[in-house]
């Protein structure tokens, strides 16, 4: 399967993804947790079907320390031990954040106290950032059809 667009070839699309990239790396520059960076990404990953994101972020996070058992159980985090009240509460909001359009009010305000209830104001606005960017991520890959399983960690970083 080959991607229907090389974005960094083209001069509009490279210019305005190298300053999405330069974004992104603030984000993972940020005092929001790296784990959690990463279950989040993958979680919004899933919800959308975006395989090369799947991909990338499961890699990244098993690069990075994260066990095969948190990485295997992201789409049932609900019914798993293995997260933490923190990471529930940023997977929660997530998922709130990406599916929109299945929740007529957006995201609740109950799900929104829970993870305030555990990150700071700057960890708040990475963490909406990081949901709201991944969502972009994912239909940017899912449009081009950009292929998974090649992705090898720290490649776009």
């Not at 080959?2 to 190298?18: E, M, Q, S, W, Y």
């Not at 979680?43 to 990075?64: L, P, W, Y």
């Not at 991944?134 to 720290?154: S, V, W």
Request: glycine share 8%; aromatic share 6%.
């Amino acid at each position: 399967m080959d991607a229907r667009l090389d974005f960094l070839a083209t001069p509009t699309a490279g210019k305005a993804l190298r300053h999405f990239m330069s974004a992104v790396k603030a984000l993972k520059d940020s005092p929001l947790p790296a784990a959690t960076q990463e279950l989040v990404a993958l979680r919004v990953s899933q919800i959308n079907g975006c395989a090369f994101c799947i991909d990338m972020h499961t890699k990244e996070a098993a690069a990075a320390g994260e066990t095969p058992v948190r990485l295997n159980l992201v789409a049932a985090w609900r019914e798993a031990t293995v997260f933490t009240e923190a990471e529930r509460a940023a997977l929660e909001l997530a998922e709130e954040g990406t599916r929109v359009a299945d929740a007529a009010g957006g995201v609740g305000d109950e799900v929104w106290a829970r993870a305030a209830g555990h990150y700071d104001e700057d960890q708040l606005g990475a963490l909406t950032l990081l949901i709201s960017f991944m969502n972009m991520a994912n239909r940017l890959n899912i449009i081009t059809r950009q292929p998974a399983g090649d992705y090898e960690p720290g490649q776009l970083h």
